[in-house]
């Protein structure tokens, strides 16, 4: 405590933590019941009460490059408990957000998606996307987006024919803009993860929280094998008391998300390698492992709601929150109604609800990087890091 | 030439609550001539105080500060006080109120001489409110060796027993009197000054501080009660699950103060008593170390500082700032861990000691019993907000607001000129 220490207080920094959710924060008085009260906190450097004080006087750099902030699992207990009204879980909440942003560069793009009055604008970058560049291959005689679809006969008994989505937006179309944009996104995450690890990593030596001096490449993959199985199972969120019921939902929707993902990557290899065109059949065990995935999406989200309107007293819910819900949600019941409507031979309707399908993968996956989801990346190698620095 | 100029002394005050404040404010009114009464619903007078050991910072025993008060009250023949008395109803409105006022019975009258033969003759056991349950007295009690009135009391769960009639039997002086029924009597008074206090916040409402689960984890005002040469332990200091001698003792301070989720605001007296009951126990064991987990320390004023810096001298006191949020209890030797972070070290803290004392608070007793008037104003935690343009009714002492005894007494006196101010305007 002797070392002199000049506050540089960044208002601006603490203004933002309001906007993302964390108004909370100049209520605490360092009482330093959250630290106790949390089940994950650990007993070496505890948070979130260093975190609140550190938010209260604008230490931006001590804070976003912290790993702690991303050990927390928002239980909540600290918030219950707080005796002030602080909210600790949603500043360390809005201090992510606020951390997700920097890391992600591109300040504007992450802008887009903090701002309710910006959403027409999220919502337009796919719909002209895919039509311009349709109508530019349409100038050169590429018919990938077509408006009046044929149908499909898979054998001279299918008479009347069915229904294929490829037949209105072609898998090359679809593939064209999201290949691109899923390097791109991956780009945009080693570009962050490379100042992350390193910012994690010093602010870890500086507050004595690790005795590692550099990073072993080798040694931090096998830790990030090790902490797979902790995230996988959700441990930590059970560990939580106050809302140990958003494990549930959060399972759910995490799952469906790596179902997908595998579907994804199966039909992929079965269109491009053995040349199968969909749709596929419906009791496809690929097409199975879509439709439980799906469901429990569109479920999970479902939950996701109810929980947080449950608990608007203890639980600040911002903008950020109900982007990332009202995607995946909308990401379900799309890509579901997409399907059923087709097996219902609704053709307009079921053309139109698949473009907007596409609309939602392509939101998800171009704001991965910037939007609240970009968690799964952080969290992980915050953990992993964890992991291998030996935390204590 | 000399002119009288006293006041005419018209009109009565009605004082309610024989605690510290309400005796303050009943002996000033009555010192310059009004005629007071006052109502306590406890079978003796002085209130919370008559619990204490000691008084801080002087740490001499308020027993002492009491009797005097006593004995003014007994010279004073403008006081008249009921005890086991309780206010009714009021109505009329400032300086004109009637007041009904309910008397419950004692079963003991005048004629007690405080021999005791009525409790030895008494089998029933009741617990001791008086010590906060921590022994139990017999059916036929006197509350406490300096009670006032010196008088003993039957309690109503003996009533209708065997053990009544063997009370009635023991008493030589034909004291016990077992036909007394409670009686209503309605007084005529111009202001009535609401001295009604304070209660022990509930420690088992906090419910991560063990207390109620946990044996070894007493509040406070417990404490006052085991270091008092009256108390349960004759002023021994013992640890409950056991009787033992405790080596080490911790103080968890804001327990149920200063946090939303039960009493909002600062009890004011937590610190102090907690530094006055470091002493309780460096007194009794010198080896003994003593934990106090704090949020902020509060000594206001010069020699409550002082106080608090004279304690922090002694090398067995450690000051830890950090809310004890969790407690644990030892399985074998019922031994507690209490954790906290330290702010300043930045690190979680698990000690381990032989008795845990919650700091707990005050809670005003309007909050727990509204007094049954209408026009009296009140914070959101159950304080009196005083109208002094309204006038009539006040509030004093710990009823007003959280207060040490200087304080409760400063206010009570302000309160006693109020009143009487609200009867010379008529």
Request: aromatic residues 10%.
């Given at each position: 405590?002797?070392?002199k220490?000049?506050?540089?207080?960044?208002v601006?920094f603490?203004?933002?933590l309001?906007v993302?959710?964390g108004d909370?924060l100049?209520k605490c008085?360092?009482?330093?019941?959250?630290s106790?009260v949390?089940?994950i906190s650990?007993?070496?450097?505890p948070?979130?009460?260093?975190?609140?004080?550190?938010?209260s006087?604008?230490?931006?750099?001590?804070?976003?490059?912290n790993?702690d902030?991303?050990?927390?699992?928002?239980?909540g207990?600290c918030?219950?408990?707080c005796?002030r009204g602080?909210?600790p879980?949603d500043?360390?909440?809005a201090?992510?957000?606020y951390?997700i942003?920097h890391?992600?560069?591109?300040?504007k793009?992450?802008?887009?998606?903090?701002?309710?009055?910006?959403?027409?604008?999220v919502?337009?970058?796919?719909?002209?996307?895919f039509?311009?560049?349709g109508?530019?291959?349409?100038m050169f005689?590429?018919d990938?987006l077509?408006f009046?679809p044929?149908?499909?006969y898979?054998?001279?008994?299918?008479?009347?024919?069915?229904?294929?989505h490829?037949?209105?937006f072609?898998?090359?179309l679809?593939?064209l803009i999201?290949v691109p944009?899923?390097?791109w996104?991956?780009a945009?995450?080693?570009?962050?993860?490379?100042r992350f690890v390193a910012?994690i990593?010093?602010?870890a030596l500086?507050?004595?929280k690790?005795d590692?001096?550099?990073?072993?490449?080798k040694?931090?993959?096998?830790?990030l094998i090790?902490v797979?199985?902790?995230?996988?199972?959700h441990?930590k969120?059970?560990e939580?008391t106050?809302?140990?019921?958003r494990?549930?939902?959060h399972m759910m929707?995490?799952f469906?998300?790596?179902g997908?993902?595998?579907?994804t990557?199966?039909?992929?290899?079965?269109?491009y390698?053995?040349g199968?065109?969909?749709p596929?059949s419906q009791?496809?065990?690929?097409?199975?492992?879509?439709?439980?995935?799906?469901?429990a999406?569109?479920?999970?989200g479902?939950?996701?709601?109810k929980?947080r309107?449950d608990?608007k007293?203890e639980?600040?819910t911002?903008?950020k929150?109900w982007f990332?819900i009202g995607?995946v949600?909308?990401?379900?019941?799309t890509?579901?109604?997409?399907?059923?409507t087709?097996l219902?031979?609704?053709a307009?309707?079921?053309?139109?609800?698949?473009?907007i399908?596409l609309?939602?993968?392509?939101?998800?996956f171009?704001?991965?990087p910037f939007?609240k989801?970009?968690?799964?990346v952080?969290?992980?190698?915050?953990?992993?890091?964890n992991e291998y620095?030996?935390?204590? | 030439m000399?002119?009288?100029?006293a006041?005419?002394?018209?009109g009565?005050?009605m004082?309610v609550?024989?605690?510290?404040?309400?005796?303050?404010t009943a002996?000033e009114a009555?010192?310059?001539?009004?005629?007071v009464?006052?109502?306590e619903?406890?079978?003796y007078?002085?209130?919370?105080?008559?619990?204490?050991n000691?008084?801080f910072p002087?740490?001499?025993?308020p027993?002492?500060?009491?009797?005097?008060?006593?004995?003014?009250?007994?010279?004073?023949?403008?006081?008249?006080y009921?005890?086991?008395?309780e206010?009714?109803?009021?109505?009329?409105?400032?300086g004109?109120?009637?007041?009904?006022v309910?008397l419950n019975?004692?079963?003991v009258?005048?004629?007690?001489?405080?021999?005791?033969?009525c409790?030895?003759?008494?089998?029933?056991e009741i617990p001791?409110e008086?010590n906060?349950?921590?022994?139990r007295s017999?059916?036929?009690?006197?509350?406490?060796?300096?009670?006032?009135?010196?008088?003993?009391?039957?309690?109503p769960q003996?009533i209708?027993?065997e053990?009544a009639?063997?009370c009635?039997e023991?008493c030589?002086?034909a004291?016990v009197?077992?036909e007394m029924t409670?009686k209503?009597?309605?007084?005529?008074?111009?202001?009535i000054?609401w001295?009604t206090?304070w209660?022990?916040y509930d420690a088992a409402?906090?419910d991560?501080?063990?207390y109620?689960?946990?044996?070894?984890?007493?509040t406070?005002?417990?404490l006052e009660?085991l270091?008092?040469?009256?108390?349960?332990?004759?002023?021994?200091?013992?640890?409950?699950?056991d009787?033992a001698e405790p080596k080490?003792?911790?103080?968890v301070q804001c327990?149920g103060?200063?946090?939303e989720?039960?009493?909002?605001?600062?009890?004011?007296?937590?610190?102090?008593?907690?530094?006055k009951h470091?002493t309780?126990i460096r007194?009794?064991?010198?080896?003994a170390k003593i934990?106090i987990f704090?949020i902020?320390?509060?000594a206001?004023?010069?020699r409550?500082?002082?106080?608090y810096?004279k304690?922090?001298e002694?090398?067995?006191?450690f000051?830890i700032?950090g809310k004890?949020?969790e407690?644990?209890?030892a399985?074998?030797?019922?031994?507690i861990?209490?954790?906290?972070?330290?702010?300043?070290?930045g690190?979680k803290?698990?000690?381990?000691?032989?008795l845990?004392?919650l700091?707990t608070g005050m809670?005003?007793t309007?909050?727990i019993n509204?007094?049954?008037v209408?026009?009296?104003c009140?914070?959101?935690?159950g304080?009196i907000v005083?109208d002094f343009e309204?006038g009539g009714?006040?509030?004093?002492?710990c009823?007003?607001?959280?207060?040490?005894?200087?304080s409760?007494?400063?206010n009570?006196?302000?309160?006693?000129l109020?009143?009487?101010?609200t009867?010379?305007?008529?």
């Amino acid at each position: 405590m002797a070392d002199k220490y000049l506050v540089e207080p960044d208002v601006g920094f603490i203004k933002e933590l309001g906007v993302l959710g964390g108004d909370s924060l100049k209520k605490c008085f360092q009482c330093a019941t959250c630290s106790v009260v949390c089940p994950i906190s650990p007993d070496t450097k505890p948070f979130p009460r260093k975190e609140m004080i550190a938010a209260s006087w604008g230490l931006k750099d001590k804070l976003i490059g912290n790993g702690d902030i991303w050990l927390c699992h928002n239980c909540g207990d600290c918030s219950t408990k707080c005796p002030r009204g602080a909210k600790p879980g949603d500043v360390l909440s809005a201090i992510r957000m606020y951390a997700i942003g920097h890391y992600g560069g591109f300040p504007k793009l992450g802008a887009l998606i903090n701002d309710p009055k910006k959403l027409p604008v999220v919502a337009a970058i796919p719909a002209v996307l895919f039509l311009v560049i349709g109508m530019i291959l349409k100038m050169f005689g590429i018919d990938w987006l077509n408006f009046s679809p044929e149908r499909v006969y898979t054998s001279a008994a299918d008479v009347e024919g069915h229904i294929a989505h490829a037949q209105f937006f072609s898998t090359w179309l679809v593939d064209l803009i999201f290949v691109p944009l899923s390097i791109w996104v991956v780009a945009v995450f080693a570009l962050g993860l490379k100042r992350f690890v390193a910012d994690i990593h010093a602010n870890a030596l500086a507050e004595k929280k690790t005795d590692k001096q550099n990073i072993d490449p080798k040694e931090f993959v096998q830790a990030l094998i090790r902490v797979i199985p902790t995230i996988l199972k959700h441990k930590k969120f059970s560990e939580c008391t106050e809302n140990d019921e958003r494990a549930t939902p959060h399972m759910m929707v995490f799952f469906s998300f790596i179902g997908l993902a595998i579907v994804t990557g199966i039909f992929f290899v079965v269109l491009y390698v053995f040349g199968i065109h969909g749709p596929y059949s419906q009791i496809n065990p690929v097409k199975i492992l879509a439709n439980v995935s799906g469901i429990a999406l569109i479920l999970g989200g479902l939950l996701m709601i109810k929980n947080r309107l449950d608990k608007k007293e203890e639980q600040q819910t911002t903008y950020k929150d109900w982007f990332l819900i009202g995607l995946v949600l909308g990401l379900g019941v799309t890509g579901m109604l997409a399907q059923l409507t087709r097996l219902a031979d609704a053709a307009f309707l079921t053309y139109l609800i698949y473009y907007i399908h596409l609309m939602f993968v392509f939101v998800l996956f171009m704001f991965l990087p910037f939007s609240k989801l970009a968690h799964l990346v952080y969290r992980t190698v915050a953990m992993a890091y964890n992991e291998y620095a030996g935390r204590k | 030439m000399t002119e009288n100029r006293a006041t005419p002394a018209s009109g009565s005050i009605m004082v309610v609550g024989g605690g510290i404040s309400g005796l303050t404010t009943a002996l000033e009114a009555a010192e310059v001539g009004y005629e007071v009464f006052v109502v306590e619903k406890n079978p003796y007078l002085g209130g919370r105080v008559a619990q204490l050991n000691q008084y801080f910072p002087k740490l001499c025993p308020p027993t002492c500060g009491l009797e005097i008060n006593f004995r003014r009250i007994k010279d004073n023949p403008k006081i008249k006080y009921f005890t086991l008395a309780e206010v009714e109803n009021v109505s009329g409105g400032p300086g004109a109120y009637e007041v009904t006022v309910r008397l419950n019975p004692r079963y003991v009258n005048e004629n007690c001489t405080c021999c005791g033969d009525c409790a030895d003759a008494c089998q029933a056991e009741i617990p001791n409110e008086f010590n906060f349950g921590m022994d139990r007295s017999k059916g036929a009690y006197l509350p406490f060796e300096m009670a006032f009135p010196s008088r003993y009391v039957l309690s109503p769960q003996i009533i209708g027993t065997e053990d009544a009639k063997r009370c009635q039997e023991a008493c030589k002086y034909a004291a016990v009197d077992l036909e007394m029924t409670s009686k209503t009597l309605t007084l005529s008074v111009g202001a009535i000054v609401w001295a009604t206090g304070w209660e022990p916040y509930d420690a088992a409402k906090i419910d991560n501080l063990g207390y109620g689960r946990y044996a070894n984890i007493i509040t406070n005002m417990m404490l006052e009660r085991l270091a008092s040469p009256n108390g349960p332990t004759k002023g021994k200091i013992l640890r409950p699950s056991d009787d033992a001698e405790p080596k080490s003792v911790a103080f968890v301070q804001c327990a149920g103060s200063r946090d939303e989720n039960h009493l909002p605001y600062c009890s004011y007296i937590c610190c102090m008593a907690s530094l006055k009951h470091a002493t309780y126990i460096r007194e009794r064991y010198p080896d003994a170390k003593i934990f106090i987990f704090y949020i902020d320390l509060r000594a206001p004023g010069y020699r409550y500082e002082k106080f608090y810096k004279k304690i922090k001298e002694d090398k067995n006191v450690f000051f830890i700032k950090g809310k004890v949020a969790e407690v644990q209890q030892a399985a074998d030797n019922h031994q507690i861990t209490v954790v906290a972070e330290n702010a300043v070290t930045g690190e979680k803290i698990r000690q381990t000691v032989d008795l845990v004392v919650l700091a707990t608070g005050m809670q005003p007793t309007a909050a727990i019993n509204r007094p049954p008037v209408s026009d009296l104003c009140y914070t959101e935690d159950g304080f009196i907000v005083n109208d002094f343009e309204k006038g009539g009714m006040f509030g004093a002492g710990c009823a007003n607001k959280p207060a040490d005894v200087v304080s409760s007494n400063q206010n009570a006196t302000g309160m006693a000129l109020k009143a009487i101010q609200t009867l010379v305007k008529r």
